[in-house]
């Protein structure tokens, strides 16, 4: 098992830019798939990119394509996302995943984090 801890998110205007951060606990860190998935108020939860264990396969949900970056540090038990641009439908509840496969858009995850917010503002 993994426990997850996400950070960094808060309020940012339209245009603007945001980093979150997922610290995993336990020592298997290199081993999971990691991935961010957001959920906007009254909608479901949509894929938001993926990293694998050595960061070697990155995918991304289509409308992140260009603005967000996924990232991780094996030795930091750490994975980011940068968030650039960001606009209004943006705004949601991010989690932090881990799963023990492959990284692919729309990959289910095992282990999840509470989430941290991020709201846009105009």
């Known amino acids: 098992q993994v426990q997850l801890v996400e950070s960094g998110g808060g309020l940012v205007q339209a245009g603007g830019s945001l980093r979150l951060s997922c610290e995993a606990s336990g020592h298997t860190f290199n081993r999971y798939t990691m991935g961010w998935i957001r959920q906007a108020p009254g909608k479901e939860r949509e894929f938001v990119a993926a990293?694998?264990?050595?960061?070697?396969?990155?995918v991304y949900g289509d409308s992140m394509k260009g603005r967000f970056t996924i990232s991780r540090d094996n030795e930091e038990n750490t994975v980011y996302l940068e968030m650039n641009a960001l606009k209004l439908e943006d705004t949601a509840v991010y989690y932090c995943?881990?799963?023990?496969?492959?990284?692919?858009?729309?990959?289910?995850?095992?282990?999840w984090g509470q989430g941290t917010q991020v709201t846009v503002s105009s």
């Open positions: 995943a881990a799963r023990e496969g492959l990284a692919y858009a729309g990959a289910r995850f095992d282990f």
């Open positions: 990293i694998s264990w050595d960061s070697g396969t990155i």
